[in-house]
């Protein structure tokens, strides 16, 4: 089961600040939520974040895991532990689960709360691979492969949905109609022709002719 977490605002902080940690930030930055890196040294990627504001650095060694997770105030809502000591990793989650923290080890999917999949991110589209931990190397792969299938048309698509389903709300109260009708905007010949074509415009003229339609006949 693939959860798309809700962590606006929400503190996540990652034990960590080498290539595994990196990997595992970038499915966060998006989120909105508020993002710690705790480690003695940074890769150049994530010394460029902290850079830019878009995560915080806490340059520091962590000698006693559960001294470290005591100390925080308040608590994470979700604990990555990325650095290259598995001991470390494993006394970490197990530290932050003793305070209801969700949490992720990046070598022991066996005491995480969760697996991060690699995340497919072009426009409002996002579509997670995972392969249930077995391949993160493949995940990443498949990934790749998603990104390349997702076409201009279809972000534009997913704009004139947007516009679309807001019209209709105010104009149609049976959601299965409503339905119906954002349906026939999706598949409708002219509306994909002059997507491709770059036409917008066109395309929400073809778009608003169908919701009228479409509307009255309610």
């Not at 494993?90 to 991060?116: Q, R, T, W």
């Not at 491709?196 to 169908?210: D, V």
Request: aromatic share 4%; charged share 25%.
């Amino acid at each position: 089961m693939l959860i798309d977490l809700k962590l606006n605002g929400k503190a996540v902080m990652v034990i960590g600040g080498g290539a595994e940690a990196t990997r595992k930030i970038q499915g966060f930055l998006d989120s909105g939520a508020k993002i710690w890196v705790i480690s003695r040294d940074f890769s150049s990627e994530i010394q460029k974040l902290g850079e830019e504001k878009r995560v915080a650095l806490l340059k520091t060694g962590i000698k006693d895991a559960q001294v470290f997770v005591d100390n925080l105030s308040p608590k994470p809502h979700v604990l990555l532990a990325a650095t290259n000591n598995s001991a470390l990793n494993l006394e970490m989650v197990k530290a932050a689960k003793h305070y209801g923290c969700m949490v992720y080890a990046v070598d022991n999917p066996e005491v995480s709360d969760f697996i991060l999949p690699a995340v497919a991110h072009v426009g409002a589209v996002k579509i997670a691979v995972s392969t249930g931990g077995k391949s993160p190397a493949m995940a990443h792969v498949l990934r790749e492969r998603v990104e390349k299938l997702i076409t201009p048309q279809d972000l534009l698509a997913i704009q004139l949905q947007e516009k679309a389903r807001a019209a209709l709300k105010g104009k149609v109260v049976d959601q299965k109609e409503r339905s119906k009708i954002l349906y026939e905007i999706l598949n409708n010949e002219n509306i994909k022709k002059a997507l491709s074509e770059g036409k917008t415009a066109e395309a929400e003229e073809i778009a608003i002719q169908l919701l009228e339609k479409g509307a009255n006949e309610k």
